[in-house]
Structure formats: C-alpha cells, structure tokens
C-alpha cells in the first residue's frame, strides 16, 4: 500500500521558517515527480510547488517562489518543503502529493495524497 | 491564461444529472482531472486524462471536454456525492500546475 505521511506543520511567528517532510512508503520514490499542494481554512486548493525524479528541476507557484524551496532525499524516500519568510497568507494546510499509478513523469493527475499537516503563521 | 474557473456552488436532486464546469485558455492545450474533496479529508483523484476513471471510482461519474472547457458529470448523483470538487490541470507555459476555484455540489 502507497502512503504519503507529512509532518513538520506547526505554530510560525511572520518572517519565521519551518521545513515539512513527507515521508513516501509502499512505491519507489525516486521514480516520481512529486509535488506541495496547499488549501488555506476554507479555501480551495492552491498548487504550490513539484520536483522531478533527481531533485534536478523544481518549480514554484509565483505566490512562494523566492521564499520556499522543495528537494528530495531518494535514499530516504522523503520529499521536503523549506519555507522561509513566512506570512500569514501562507497559513494552511499542506499537502504532499504524487501522480503515482495512472500517468508518468511530469504528470498532474495526482493520485495519491497525504493527510496533510497544518500551518499556521501567527504572531 | 492562468485561471482555471468553476462555479462556487451547485446542487441537484438525489438520483439526477449534475454537470461541473471548468473553464481555462490551457484547457484548449492540456487535459483536465477532477477531484472531489469531503470536509477533514484529502481530495480524491475522480477523473484523469479528460475522461478516465482511477481504481474504485463509480461509473457514475464521468468527464468530457470541448475548447477551453472541462466538464465533470454526475449521472444519478447520490448523497455521498456530496463533495467540494476541483478541477486541475497545467498552466499555459506547462511549468506549473493550476487548480480551479472549487464547486460546491448539494445533493438535495
């Protein structure tokens, strides 16, 4: 069974960091582009951010580009998210995710998904 | 263009049609998937590549595409459709990935 599990969210003062992990089991993680989605307290989802299979290509939502940076770890099988300079905009849950049974490579279909784990930017 | 645009809320009747819209210019280049997403719960892959159901989605629910919009279709909705659903897809570059907005769907 593929599981997706993040942790790391917390409390964050503004201008603060913290770093999400997502820990990847039951596939081989270093096969699969994976990506940050994200969905503020009642608001929809909001793509944040995708890396490829070698850590070599990542791409940003304009909303967070410059602040937060995604990488790999496919010995660990952990997918990062470092976020810095954080504002209240930024507070939501946020969630890892991966097109990992349908559709190959730099595909969007997301099929599997993390609990997700919950930021908060707050003073 | 880098919107993807649904309507905020529908609702339809137990056992009726109901179809959700997803407007976008990318959609005119890259398919679409949709997800349906209940509350406390991450969202759940319901379509992909335009009109392919994953694993253990009912027959029911089924996609559709024509210029720059994506359609999602529910034929018999039942109460458990009942579900916040997205549409997704690229933005016009390819680089990145676009959500739309959400729609709210009432099974009344």
């Known amino acids: 069974e593929v599981q997706l599990v993040e942790s790391g969210g917390g409390l964050v003062q503004p201008g603060g960091s913290l770093r999400l992990s997502c820990v990847v089991s039951?596939?081989?993680?270093?096969?699969?582009?994976m990506h940050w989605v994200r969905q503020a307290p009642g608001k929809g989802l909001l793509w944040v951010s995708r890396?490829?299979?070698?850590?070599?290509?990542?791409d940003y939502a304009d909303s967070v580009k410059g602040r937060f940076t995604i990488s790999r770890d496919n010995a660990k099988n952990t997918l990062y998210l470092q976020m810095n300079s954080l504002r209240a905009e930024d507070t939501a849950v946020y969630f890892c995710?991966?097109?990992?049974?349908?559709?190959?490579?730099?595909?969007?279909?997301?099929?599997?998904w993390g609990q997700g784990t919950l930021v908060t930017v707050s003073s | 263009s880098s919107e993807l645009t649904q309507d905020p809320a529908v609702s339809v009747a137990l056992g009726q049609t109901v179809r959700i819209t997803c407007q976008g210019d990318s959609l005119r280049s890259y398919s679409a998937s949709w997800y349906q997403q209940k509350p406390g719960q991450a969202p759940l892959l319901v379509i992909y590549d335009k009109n392919n159901r994953p694993s253990g989605i009912p027959d029911r629910f089924s996609g559709s595409s024509s210029g720059n919009t994506a359609s999602l279709t529910i034929t018999g909705a039942q109460a458990e459709d009942e579900a916040d659903y997205y549409c997704n897809s690229r933005d016009s570059s390819g680089d990145h990935v676009l959500f739309g907005g959400g729609t709210k769907l009432t099974v009344l």
């Open positions: 995710a991966g097109a990992l049974a349908y559709c190959g490579g730099d595909c969007y279909s997301f099929d599997h």
């Open positions: 039951g596939i081989t993680f270093s096969g699969y582009w």
């Open positions: 890396i490829n299979i070698d850590g070599a290509r990542t």
